[in-house]
């Protein structure tokens, strides 16, 4: 089946620091990913869709500069947090979906950052 | 707007036996795909099922199904013979062709099962 490849998996880093996520479709082409955001015991809230090729749409009260999303290739995006603060400490996943219509989406593993 | 709600904060389920968690849905658009997500304390976010609004039967995938009842929106997942396993959070989602194929998620249930 899909594979989406998240990495890193932890992150623990000093307040001010900018950390990078990478996400990878490892055997489909997407055109479309997926950030979510996700605090402990609470859902996952969708951040940005990230466009291969455009610009990243944001959702409603999510900062796009401190958010910075970026989909160069059929099989990559990244999201970067600037300046990381303690509260951006939380659990970051992508997802991915290979098909124009409905269908099931694969997330990666996540990411837990920790911002001393 | 496109609205998830899944009422059962958390369940408890005997090993082996059949659990049902509740997801009710609210949409306007008659496209839409409703899915069932698995996410242990790891963290990892695993399929488990999916449901075409235009399907006609309901979907199932080992032990588990889903219990589609289109007029009254509600997409619950059945969990046949429990195993210790099984001990996660579950989410229910839906997804409308026309919002570009974002998934939006209900609060989960957690579930325990016991031995």
Not at chain 2, 30 to 51: A, D, H, N, T, V
Request: some cysteine; charged content about 20%; hydrophobic content about 35%.
């Amino acid at each position: 089946g899909a594979v989406v490849s998240q990495h890193p998996s932890r992150v623990i880093c000093k307040s001010g620091t900018s950390v990078k996520i990478e996400c990878r479709s490892l055997d489909f082409q997407a055109t479309t990913m997926f950030w979510y955001r996700q605090f402990p015991k609470q859902s996952l809230m969708l951040m940005a869709t990230s466009n291969e090729g455009s610009k990243a749409t944001y959702e409603q009260g999510v900062e796009k500069d401190k958010f910075l999303i970026n989909h160069a290739s059929l099989t990559l995006s990244t999201l970067t947090v600037t300046s990381a603060h303690p509260e951006d400490s939380s659990f970051y996943i992508c997802s991915a979906g290979a098909r124009d219509g409905l269908g099931p989406q694969h997330f990666g593993d996540g990411t837990r950052l920790s911002i001393l | 707007a496109q609205k998830i709600t899944q009422t059962q904060p958390g369940m408890f389920v005997q090993e082996k036996e059949a659990v049902t968690l509740d997801c009710t849905y609210d949409t306007s658009d008659p496209s839409y795909g409703l899915f069932w997500y698995k996410q242990p304390s790891s963290g990892e976010m695993i399929f488990l099922i999916y449901q075409g609004s235009y399907d006609q039967q309901n979907a199932t995938e080992g032990r588990y199904s889903l219990n589609f009842q289109k007029a009254r929106k509600s997409a619950n997942l059945v969990i046949s013979a429990s195993q210790l396993g099984d001990s996660a959070m579950y989410f229910c989602a839906m997804e409308f062709k026309g919002g570009g194929n974002k998934l939006t998620f209900g609060t989960g249930t957690q579930l325990k099962v016991e031995l």
